[in-house]
C-alpha cells in the first residue's frame, strides 16, 4: 500500500468517531468556555458578552465555595478509604480463605448496581425511625438521629454510600494485580527471612503501584463526576450540607436555567479534571514502573 | 493452585482472624442489600419488624409494576443500550484501526484529542450537550441520551492496544491472498479482539444501564426515560414514602443487571478486570 493510500484509509477510518468526538467533547468544551463569558438570554434579549462578570459572581457565591470544599473533603474522604477497604479485600480474597468466592461477590456487587438503586436502598436504610440502621442503634439505647437530615452527618452518611459502591470495583483491579505476580518473590523472601509486613511493604506494595494510580485517578474522577446519589437522597440539602459541584451545576443550569452561570461553574470542574490529567502525566507516570 | 502459591498466606491463629474479619466486612457488605430483598418480598408491616414467620409476598412487585409505565423504560433502556453499544463497537473498531496500523500525518495528535475524552467526559458537559440537542431537535428522545458516548475513547484506547498486540504477519498473509484493508480489519483483527469486545460490551452496557444524570436532564415524557430516571420519577412523586414499593420497583429495575451478573460472574469481573489493566 502506497502512502497516499495509508493516509486517505487512516483519516476515513478515523472520522466517524473524531467527527463525534468534536461534537460532544471538544466543541462543548470550547463553547463552554465562550458562553461562560456571556449572559444567560433572557425571554427575547440575545446573549450579550458580559467579560468575567460570571467569574466575579462565582468568587462571591458562598454555595459555590461550599459546594467546592464539599468536594474536596467528600474526595479526601472516599478515596483512600475504598482504596484502602479495596487493597483489603483483594488480599484476603486472593488468600485461600474459605468462602471466598461468596465473598468476593459480596463485595462486587453493588458495583454493578446503578448509583440510583444504591441511593434509594440506603436512603431506606438511614431512614429516622423505621431504617435498619436506627433499629439497630435504637436497640442499644442509642436516642434516633437523622443521619441525611443534619448538617453534620449528612455528607459523611453519603460517603458511607460511595464507599460501599466503589471498594468493591477498586477490589477488582488489586485482585488482578496480586494474582499476575509471581509466587517466586515470596519464596525468596521467605529464605531471606522477611516477615509479611515487611514483604508486602517492600515488594508487593512498591509492584502494585501503577494499579494503585490507575485506581487513584479513576476514584478522584468519580468523586466530580458521580452525584446521582445526591439527587435521590439529599438534593444538597440540609442547608447545602451535600451540594457537590456537578450537583450545583445541574441545578443552576437546569432549575434556575441560568446557562451562563453554570459555564462558569463548568470551567472549574474542567480546570479541576486538567488538573488531575496533568498530574498523572507529569508527576505520577514517572514514579511508577510500568512493565 | 499448588500449596506453595503464596508462602505468607497466614496460618493459625492469625489465618482464623483474618477469616473472621473478612467475613465480618462481607456481612456487612451484603447486609443494606438483604435488607433491601427483606423489605420488598414483605408486607408493609414486617419492613420494620425482622421476624422470621413473616409471610413472603410478591405484591409490591406487583404494585410497583402497576403504578408507573416500567415496561415501557425497560424497553427504552434496552433501545439505549443496544443502540450505544453497536454503534460504540462499530465506531470504536474503525478507529482503532486507523490508529493501531495506518500511517498518516497528525495520527498523534488525533489520539491525543481522542484521549481528552477520559478526562472531559459526556457526564460534565451537560450545559452545553443539553444546548446542542436542543439545536439538532434530539430532546427528549433516545437518541439524545446515547449520541454523546458513541464515540469512545475508553473503547478506541482499547481496542487499539489489543490491536497493536495482533502479529503483523497474520496482517501480511491476509493482505498477500488479497484482502482489502477493511477484510483485513474483519478477517483477522476482529476475530482476535473476540475478549475485548466481550470486556468493552459488558463495561460499556453496564455503563448505560446503570446511567442517570444525563438521562434524567434530557428526557422528560414515558416515552424516551430510561429505568433509572423512571425509577427516580415514580418513587419521588408517585409514593409518597410506601417504602416496600419503592424498594421493589428498586429490585425490578436492577434485576436484569443483577441476574446476568449473577450467572456470568466470570466473565464479568474478567471483563472489568481486563478493561482496567490496559
Known sequence: MNRTTQWVYGWLLLLPAMALLALFTHYPALA??????????????????????????????PIFWQALSNNLWYA??????????????????????????????????????????????????????????????????????????????????LMVVTVWKEAGFFMIFYLAALQSMSPHLGDAAAIEGASRWYFFRRVTWPLLMPTTLFV???????????????????????????????????????????????????????????????????????????? | MSAALNVYEPRGIGRALETASAWLLGALWV??????????????EFSTRLSLTAPLTLANFV???QAAP?????????????????????????????????????????????????????????????????VLGLKDTIAGIGLPYMASAFGI???????KGVPRELDEAARVEGCTPLQVLWKVYVPLARPTYLAYALVSVSYHWNNFLWPLIITNSVEARPVTVGLQVFSSTDQGIDWSIITAATLLTTAPLLVAFLLFQRQFVQSFMRAGIR
Open chain 1, 32 to 61: 463552554n468556555l465562550w458562553h461562560s463569558f456571556q449572559s444567560t438570554p433572557k425571554g427575547g434579549q440575545p446573549a450579550t458578552f458580559v467579560g468575567i462578570d460570571n467569574y466575579q459572581q462565582l468568587v462571591g457565591d
Open chain 1, 76 to 157: 479526601v474522604g472516599t478515596i483512600p478509604v475504598s482504596m484502602a477497604l479495596a487493597l483489603l479485600m483483594a488480599v484476603w480474597v486472593n488468600d485461600r480463605i474459605p468462602g471466598r468466592g461468596i465473598l468476593r461477590l459480596a463485595f462486587f456487587t453493588p458495583t454493578i448496581l446503578p448509583m440510583i438503586a444504591v441511593a434509594n436502598i440506603w436512603l431506606f436504610f438511614y431512614t429516622p425511625e423505621y431504617g435498619l440502621l436506627e433499629q439497630f442503634t435504637g436497640a442499644f439505647g442509642l436516642p434516633s438521629h437523622n443521619w441525611l437530615g443534619s448538617k453534620s452527618t449528612a455528607l459523611g452518611a
Open chain 1, 216 to 291: 487513584l485517578v479513576n476514584a478522584v474522577i468519580n468523586a466530580f463526576r458521580l452525584v446521582d446519589h445526591i439527587v435521590v437522597m439529599t438534593r444538597g440539602g440540609p442547608d447545602n450540607a451535600t451540594e457537590l459541584l456537578l450537583f450545583y451545576i445541574y441545578e443552576i443550569g437546569f432549575r434556575f436555567w441560568d446557562s451562563a452561570y453554570a459555564a462558569a461553574l463548568t470551567m472549574v470542574l474542567l480546570g479541576i479534571l486538567g488538573i488531575v490529567a496533568l498530574a498523572q502525566f507529569f508527576f505520577l507516570e514517572r514514579k511508577v514502573h510500568y512493565q
Open chain 2, 31 to 44: 447486609l443494606p442489600l438483604l435488607y433491601a430483598f427483606w423489605t420488598a418480598f414483605h408486607a408493609p
Open chain 2, 63 to 65: 404494585t410497583a409494576w
Open chain 2, 70 to 134: 416500567f415496561a415501557r423504560y425497560f424497553l427504552n433502556t434496552v433501545l439505549l443500550v443496544s443502540m450505544v453499544l453497536a454503534a460504540q463497537l462499530v465506531l470504536t473498531t474503525l478507529a482503532a484501526y486507523a490508529l493501531a496500523r495506518f500511517e498518516f500525518p497528525g495520527r498523534n495528535m488525533l489520539f491525543a484529542l481522542v484521549l481528552v475524552q477520559l478526562m472531559v467526559m459526556p457526564d460534565v458537559l451537560i450545559v452545553e450537550n443539553y444546548r446542542t440537542m436542543s
Open chain 2, 157 to 163: 484506547f482499547l481496542l487499539r492496544q489489543t490491536f
